[in-house]
């Protein structure tokens, strides 16, 4: 109960500091919520995290088994939650690149948004593999939130990639072989 009123007055207060943060037009104002939505995905997967671990010490003295699917479910959640942790970091200092380099920002983001998508859906299908295995309800609705969280950050990662692909840098035109 005390976690679910701290996530919630942290949203709210990552949310006014990150809307409120600079004077900035529509679509800078919907990337900053996007960015604001990663953090609090990133603290909603943190509380899964412990969670879980918790119920693998509930679990220690049942099958060998299911404390090794149990942990290995947990190191899936924490893993996509650093992709999330990773991405808000770099994200959340837009303001502070210089107007000159953004365009070269944005590409890298970009770049690392689309890895972001690909390890975040790798993570899921880890998830989904071990899901079959577990055998407790609590921890099953556990890894459900998980997903949840994680396909949340992957819908995100996908908007950000929309919005900042048209202000990164173009492709470079491709170059004729010279192998023939």
Request: proline content about 3%.
């Amino acid at each position: 109960m005390n976690r679910k009123i701290l996530a919630a007055i942290t949203a709210a207060a990552v949310t006014l500091l990150l809307t409120a943060a600079a004077p900035c037009g529509a679509k800078d104002q919907q990337i900053n919520e996007l960015i604001a939505r990663l953090y609090l995905n990133h603290n909603s997967l943190q509380t899964i995290y412990r969670d879980l671990h918790e119920a693998a010490i509930d679990n220690i003295d049942g099958s060998d088994r299911q404390l090794s699917y149990i942990q290995k479910s947990y190191l899936f959640v924490s893993e996509a939650n650093l992709v999330c942790l990773y991405q808000w970091e770099l994200l959340s200092m837009v303001d502070y690149i210089r107007q000159e380099s953004r365009s070269d920002y944005f590409t890298l983001r970009v770049k690392g948004l689309r890895k972001a998508i690909f390890e975040s859906r790798d993570r899921i299908n880890s998830l989904m593999l071990y899901y079959g295995f577990i055998d407790t309800a609590q921890t099953r609705k556990l890894l459900d939130d998980a997903i949840g969280l994680i396909e949340a950050n992957i819908y995100t990662y996908e908007q950000l990639v929309d919005m900042l692909t048209p202000m990164a840098n173009p492709p470079n035109p491709s170059r004729p072989s010279i192998r023939g």
